[in-house]
């Protein structure tokens, strides 16, 4: 079964706060609800993970709202999986998660997610960096003309 990390969970609760904020300053609304009763209990139990498939309903749609709203796949399309390389250097994700990503559920794409960010060695995370960044364009080149 694939866990939902505590940052994933607390990722949600903040863009909910953002999303639907308070308007008394006391109640929220009741996907962050929902989201910081399971947050709660994993801060108790000092669980890292809650369970994707056990996770209660309204907490869960609450977190695939959020979810929805992240980038699907960490690739760059600089794949050299396909090159025989058994970790992708463009996104680093392995062969088989390259491979079975439109099968694996959103916990597990999370989890891979948060597995690729931490080792942070693959080129999306440094040398092609510009790529993993959506809607932002690069900046033009400075070519050094000064006339006006």
């Known amino acids: ?7 994933d969970i607390e990722s949600a609760i903040n863009w909910w706060r ?3 904020p308070s308007v008394d300053g006391i109640q929220s609304c ?3 609800g929902a989201l910081a ?3 709660a209990l994993m801060v108790y139990y000092r669980e890292p993970s809650c369970d994707e498939a056990t996770m ?6 609450a977190w695939l709202d959020w979810y929805g709203t992240t980038p699907d796949t960490p690739c760059i399309a600089i794949c050299s999986t396909s090159q ?3 970790i992708c250097k463009g996104c680093g994700r392995t062969f088989d998660e390259v491979q079975l ?3 694996m559920t959103p916990g597990e794409k999370r989890g891979t997610w948060r597995r690729i960010t931490m080792e942070s060695s693959a080129w999306r995370f440094n040398r092609y960096s510009e790529r993993a960044r959506e809607g932002v ?3 033009a080149p400075d070519d050094g003309d000064q006339t006006t």
């Open 137 to 139: 364009a690069a900046p």
């Open 18 to 20: 953002e999303r639907s």
């Open 1 to 7: 079964m694939a866990g939902i990390h505590i940052t």
């Open 101 to 103: 990503w439109p099968e």
């Open 30 to 32: 009741p996907q962050v």
């Open 37 to 39: 009763e399971v947050y």
């Open 56 to 61: 209660p309903p309204k907490a869960k749609q």
């Open 84 to 86: 025989g390389d058994d």
